[in-house]
């Protein structure tokens, strides 16, 4: 059965740091491109960052510098690590295939305070 657990978050005041995980059940995990992903209060899901199965990274503008998406095949583990944090940082972070998505896990809350 495919799954997806996501753990790390927390609160946090700003200029702090966070490390997301995302534990994978499933053969999918090894050979797929992967991703994390956000959702604040009020507004649409939206991509951080995706990992390739090689270890190819892209991230979106509004991290990049400050985050790093990882992965561990062997664990069927992707984490993201997350620096100097801000508030708009504060939403439910979640973890997907960045390609045919997956039923959602229940997401982690990261809370970023002033």
């Known amino acids: 059965q495919v799954q997806l657990v996501e753990s790390g978050g927390g609160l946090v005041q700003a200029g702090g740091f966070l490390r997301l995980s995302c534990a994978a059940s499933?053969?999918?995990?090894?050979?797929?491109?992967m991703g994390w992903y956000r959702q604040a209060p009020g507004k649409q899901r939206e991509l951080v960052a995706h990992?390739?199965?090689?270890?190819?990274?892209n991230y979106a503008d509004s991290v990049k510098g400050r985050f790093t998406i990882s992965r561990d095949n062997a664990k069927n583990t992707m984490y993201l690590q997350m620096n100097s944090l801000k508030p708009e940082d504060t939403a439910v972070y979640y973890c997907?295939?960045?390609?045919?998505?997956?039923?959602w896990g229940q997401g982690t809350q990261v809370t970023v305070s002033s």
């Open positions: 997907n295939k960045f390609v045919g998505l997956l039923p």
């Open positions: 499933g053969s999918f995990f090894k050979f797929s491109t």
């Open positions: 990992i390739t199965s090689g270890g190819s990274t």
